[in-house]
């Protein structure tokens, strides 16, 4: 994706952030066809790198094509908000504020054990904040491997990154604060995310 320098960011921490947050994300290829699958990430770090895990139906027509080498494209979107052009000093256009992250990679497909340790760790995340966590240990390796037969594991090793980070940074002090004044009467979750944002980003 094309981003202005102005909303261009290095930050990886910021990027980690997003992924973690948005992770139910897009998995898109184009073997054969331009394909798009929603599915779990986690994002694994080794020795100062990473890399991306996710796992997608064996019936999904990107599990019948993909393999080692093949190009894939992870498209993650965080906060974003209309900004109403009605919120600035003098007449412009209205626009869009968002975070987002696209990362381009080489598949590696996951073994049956990778695979299995990937719904161990993405169990336990969204399983320990639970008032009866079910964890894999929990449910039985027979269970759990009978049930990953349909699932087909993918890692994915980033080969360039996208970070966006656009938060009205092309605007003066006026707008700016006028912008997040506005965000934050709004009843949308999303806009008041974007309104605090932006306040971090100045404060």
């Given at each position: 994706m094309f981003i202005p320098k102005i909303y261009k960011s290095e930050d990886q921490e910021l990027m980690k952030k997003i992924i973690s947050e948005n992770a139910f994300a897009l998995l898109i290829s184009?073997?054969?066809?331009?394909?798009?699958?929603?599915?779990?990430?986690?994002?694994?770090?080794?020795?100062?790198?990473?890399?991306?895990?996710?796992?997608?139906?064996?019936?999904?027509?990107?599990?019948?094509?993909?393999?080692?080498?093949?190009?894939?494209?992870?498209?993650?979107?965080?906060a974003h908000s209309y900004i109403s052009s009605s919120w600035y000093e003098k007449t412009n256009v209205s626009t869009w504020n968002y975070e987002a992250v696209q990362i381009r990679g080489r598949v590696k497909l996951m073994t049956d054990e990778e695979l299995y340790r990937h719904l161990e760790k993405l169990t336990f995340k969204y399983e320990k904040v639970q008032k009866c966590p079910m964890f894999v240990e929990n449910m039985g390796e027979d269970l759990v491997r009978k049930e990953m037969k349909g699932a087909f594991g993918i890692n994915i090793i980033p080969?360039?990154?996208?970070?966006?980070?656009?938060?009205s940074q092309n605007r003066n002090?006026?707008?700016?604060?006028?912008?997040?004044?506005n965000l934050g009467e709004s009843n949308n979750e999303n806009s008041v995310k974007i309104g605090e944002k932006m306040r971090q980003l100045r404060s």
């Open positions: 184009d073997k054969e066809k331009l394909s798009a699958t929603h599915s779990m990430f986690l994002l694994n770090e080794t020795d100062g790198d990473f890399y991306l895990e996710t796992h997608i139906s064996k019936a999904n027509f990107q599990a019948k094509v993909l393999k080692d080498g093949d190009e894939v494209l992870c498209d993650f979107l965080g080969t360039e990154i996208f970070i966006a980070n656009k938060l002090e006026f707008d700016f604060e006028n912008i997040i004044l």
